[in-house]
Nanobody
Framework: QVQLVESGGGSVQTGGSLRLSCTAS????????MGWYRQTPGRQRELVAR????????AYAESVKGRFTISRNNAGKTVVLQMNGVKEEDAGVYYC????????????????WGQGIPVTVSS
């Protein structure tokens, strides 16, 4: 079973930078897509950024384009969200997400979520 562990959240001032990291672990697995979602009170979880390992393509929410950068490393098991020029509306709980498949025994692709990591933004 694939598990995701997030780190790097916390408090940041507007205009500042923050780096979120998420690493997948498990017995034997492969990950197709990893990304970050954000949830704020009273709202549904929304996509912030996503990285596909198939062709390295990325996708961003319109609100973070040009400010946030998503990248993968560690043989595709780690996804990093570099947040620059942070705004108050970037605050929320950030969840790491992965489209992963266990290989031993062979399963099917399943969506996996991290536990969530809070980001607070102060002016």
């Amino acid at each position: 079973q694939v598990q995701l562990v997030e780190s790097g959240g916390g408090s940041v001032q507007t205009g500042g930078s923050l780096r979120l990291s998420c690493t997948a672990s498990g017995k034997a697995f492969s990950i197709r897509t990893m990304g970050w979602y954000r949830q704020t009170p009273g709202r549904q979880r929304e996509l912030v950024a996503r990285h596909s390992s198939n062709n390295g393509t990325t996708a961003y929410a319109e609100s973070v384009k040009g400010r946030f950068t998503i990248s993968r490393n560690n043989a595709g098991k780690t996804v990093v969200l570099q947040m620059n020029g942070v705004k108050e509306e970037d605050a929320g709980v950030y969840y790491c997400n992965a489209d992963a498949i266990s290989l031993a025994p062979l399963d099917k692709y399943r969506e996996v979520w991290g536990q969530g990591i809070p980001v607070t933004v102060s002016s």
